[in-house]
């Protein structure tokens, strides 16, 4: 397996900023390890990264992540290792897995992602049955896939305080399903630990408290690091409800734009950047490519047409915007063969365990890449490229990516213990409860 | 990475005994589970194995492993992800290790071995240095190995009741070093945790003891798999200390060898085995290919020559042999490129991290492969095979090599809980002191 190509910045002379995180690697190391066992880390979680060269910062975190089906299929035995971990950290006792997915049964991409996830969690030694939220999945329901590999979705069925299959009486039950429409009352008031919490979905998430639990993180790392926090945390404005057809929202958002672009720009005045600074307007919950926006001028959300006003109302699942955050861009200076490309690594639990170059040759470097005509080049995420290899200089920031990730995880951690409260959760792993007498099979 | 090519039975029908351990993956992993939060397992671990297609056994369990540098570059990070997770439970507040490796310092297959396991450390965030026992060794000396990997030796110095090398005060002292001359002064009543314990030293280590243990756990196992122990667990006698100069020592030998030639003809004829029963008479204590034969025949230790006692009676470190152990020889059906194999699987704590064949061109199917002529075909142990590959069968096997590894361990940690008493060391794993102020530069 070998790195993609990679151009510009990363074939020049040594980025200063991935330089310095593997020089301070076992300070980093010593801190992230600091932080787990004081936090209940999620269970697992993708992070979109950026890199400017010049800033390098999580852009997305998700903590029902789809996508398995894109890791290189060679470091599966990471994300088994990794989930053997964190299943004997909760319990060694737990047996059986219902996986909760998304209501997608037509989205085949979505589907084999769930058929790795699956996978993974079988080699990890657990018996893992499919629940489906889907009101039209009445009765087992053998989904085939291209490429032979099949899954069976089943109707759930709760049983007082337990949910489960027919005949399956689970342990754990483990969300993929990222609950953007509101939270289903038959996952209310569970007896078995979910995974994660209910109130990590995006019915209570939103993005600009994830931001702010980072900009936390980001700064301590930084003070580790000796740098300026802004390069690994960039500025962000959480605008509260816009409704983008009234005119005095317009006005509020181009103001919280346009104090954006004036922080960048201060900024990449005083490091001597001639770029031209950009932020992103995006829904402040919710996860899909829809409904974003890139802006270099507060004019730009002040003369919105129709069509982009329509579109911007918009984001899965059909809910109008109501919350927005205005996020400083960061250009990528990644591509692979020439399309413009941005890394993603996927967590379970504390450890980074794969990730993949998403790459979308449709758009420029300043856009958002999560979209239609996207696809998605495996890479070695774990290699730290602590030395140099014989030819070809390694990608010295793939250590920087695990870095960064793991500090939006350490924050996704900090943002999920504060909604907690707001949802009367209580604290956010509570005790596992696994039914008496099992073995398994 | 593929597999290596595999002959005979592998590629033939199913074996049962892989396929059973296959179907039992859920029971087997819960069982394991559940085993290591009440051991100490050992840091690290390296099992031979020999899989007959009717049996499959660990027939060495070397608790300070070398060869690191004969695993699969690729899967650095499964090793990497291991090690910082036995950190974390270890004291997740340690930053610098002290490796103490075997004497040998030409010896570059060694050296290219402590080098890899240095890299495995240092990516996990430790900080490392190097301390010889070697008396020659009173300044730091400099290594420059093929290949242009570079090793810094550095001497041992005590303080009190903490070892370190000059400006360097670890928190951890991990032995590479088998300890087969003795335990040195230097390394007794320490306060830093050292691992492994200073009681799994060869010094202390009896093969039978081990074994003893690993026959318990390997019972447990095959009463979940619903199979015969014998299938995993072969016999051996522990026949103490044999003098091979003396006419009644050898007689002693002989009785043992006959009575474990019966059990296994026994055996052989209730499944309608038709190869020849042997044994291996080997030392009790120690690691090297020395003085192991394969005997076929009582006579054969009752009649050996003057250069055959000889070098019975010489292992590593030229200790003469006082304890003997005699084990069920267990014929290997693996080959590569036509040559015998055998699977060495690799442990860092309780997860199997990597492997490879060791493959002797020269040596038969029931000869013991550990020595001069033999080399390395590294292989991905960590995938269970769950399910056929299109194109060539993969070999079935690997999940069981990985069950009968951690099975050794499991038998390991029992081994070295027992010995601690025996040592007067009190509990396996004192509590780690790591001292005050420490943040890694």
Tied chains: 1, 2.
Excluded at 18 to 45: C, G, N, V
Excluded at 302 to 323: F, P, Q, T, Y
Excluded at 364 to 388: Q, R
């Amino acid at each position: 397996m070998t790195a993609p190509r990679l151009t510009t910045t990363l074939d020049g002379p040594l980025p200063d900023l991935a330089r310095r995180m593997l020089d301070a690697m076992p300070s980093i190391e010593h801190w992230l390890r600091a932080q787990w066992p004081k936090r209940a880390t999620p269970f697992y979680s993708s992070v979109d990264l950026r890199n400017s060269g010049f800033q390098l910062a999580p852009v997305d975190t998700n903590l029902f992540p789809a996508g398995f089906n894109n890791l290189n299929p060679e470091f599966e035995a990471l994300c088994v290792q990794a989930t053997t971990a964190v299943i004997e950290k909760i319990n060694p006792a737990v047996a059986r897995v219902l996986l909760v997915p998304e209501n997608h049964t037509r989205n085949t991409f979505y589907l084999q992602s769930v058929v790795a996830l699956q996978r993974i969690l079988r080699h990890a030694g657990l018996i893992v049955r499919i629940g489906s939220l889907r009101p039209d999945v009445t009765a087992a329901t053998d989904i085939e896939l291209p490429g032979g590999d099949k899954l069976r979705l089943e109707p759930l069925e709760r049983s007082g305080k337990r949910l489960g299959v027919r005949g399956f009486d689970p342990d754990v039950v483990l969300l993929n399903h990222d609950l953007s429409d509101g939270l289903p009352e038959i996952l209310r008031n569970l007896e078995q630990v979910v995974l994660p919490p209910l109130h990590a979905g995006w019915f209570m998430r939103r993005k600009a408290n994830h931001f702010a639990a980072y900009r936390d993180a980001a700064a301590e790392c930084a003070r580790l690091l000796g740098i300026d926090p802004w390069l690994i945390s960039p500025y962000f404005e959480q605008c509260g409800r816009i409704d983008f057809n009234e005119r005095q929202d317009q006005e509020n958002l181009a103001g919280y734009v346009s104090k954006c672009l004036d922080d960048i720009r201060a900024k990449y005045k005083e490091y001597g950047i001639e770029q031209e600074p950009f932020v992103i307007v995006k829904p402040d919950a919710g996860t899909y490519g829809m409904g974003i926006m890139t802006v270099r001028d507060p004019g730009q959300v002040r003369n919105l047409n129709r069509e982009r006003r329509k579109h911007m109302g918009m984001v899965k699942g059909h809910i109008a915007v109501h919350d927005v955050l205005v996020q400083e861009g960061v250009y990528t200076v990644e591509s692979v063969s020439d399309a413009t490309a941005e890394p993603v690594v996927y967590m379970i639990d504390r450890f980074a365990v794969g990730g993949f170059y998403r790459v979308h040759p449709g758009r420029g470097w300043d856009e958002n890449l999560n979209g239609p005509g996207s696809h998605f080049v495996p890479l070695a995420i774990e290699k730290p490229c602590y030395s140099a290899a014989p030819g070809r200089p390694p990608n010295l920031f793939f250590y920087a990516y695990g870095v960064i990730a793991r500090l939006a995880l350490v924050a996704a951690a900090i943002e999920i213990e504060r909604t907690a409260e707001a949802f009367g959760a209580g604290p956010a792993h509570p005790e596992l409860v696994v039914s008496a007498n099992k073995t398994p099979a």
